[in-house]
């Protein structure tokens, strides 16, 4: 079928708009652009659908299709997120959550195009309001401010994502030999 080649050529083509970098002046032209496309994404790819299982066993032009979904989202957020964190809250937490969904993919084009994505998203939030380094963050005066609030629904999936795409360390043994002597012992994951 044409369909995947002309979806993907679509999604090509909106991943160059997302990418302008033009000011606030076509804010509203941007949110619109956005609630089309996600009324869209909605209808092919439900919100319940497990991607990482539909990715491993899909064609090379859905797995293209996720990619460039991939990069039209960390464009779009990057460059225009806050033309739709006023009107379209909804939709702007549901495109995280398939950003999210996107990231667990494991494939590490993927999931680098989207941590460009997130280092953006947790810079930001950290620098509208920085944490007091002289307090102690278990005592809970992490300062929240209104954007905080609105990802706040993000923030845990995507610290488990992190963490589970983090780089394990190498783990060490200390045992003693046959000989009596304490020896490092590596262990493979």
Request: aromatic share 8%; hydrophobic share 40%.
């Amino acid at each position: 079928s044409s369909l995947p080649y002309f979806r993907n050529a679509s999604l090509q083509c909106l991943v160059e708009v997302a990418s302008l970098k033009i000011g606030n002046l076509h804010d509203a032209h941007f949110e619109k652009l956005y609630m089309t496309v996600m009324s869209v994404l909605l209808s092919l790819l439900p919100p319940q659908t497990d991607l990482v299982k539909a990715y491993e066993g899909s064609t090379d032009a859905n797995k293209q299709f996720v990619n460039n979904l991939a990069m039209f989202l960390s464009s779009f957020f990057i460059n225009h997120a806050s033309a739709i964190e006023k009107n379209a809250q909804p939709a702007l937490i549901q495109g995280h959550m398939y950003l999210i969904k996107i990231s667990e993919i494991k494939n590490t084009e993927i999931f680098k195009s989207c941590l460009e994505y997130w280092h953006v998203l947790a810079s930001s939030l950290y620098h509208e309001a920085p944490v007091d380094p002289k307090q102690p963050m278990f005592m809970g005066k992490v300062t929240s401010t209104p954007r905080r609030q609105l990802y706040a629904p993000v923030l845990s999936p995507l610290r488990s994502v992190l963490i589970s795409n983090m780089a394990k360390p190498e783990e060490v043994l200390i045992v003693e030999d046959e000989n009596g002597e304490i020896v490092r012992e590596r262990v493979k994951n």
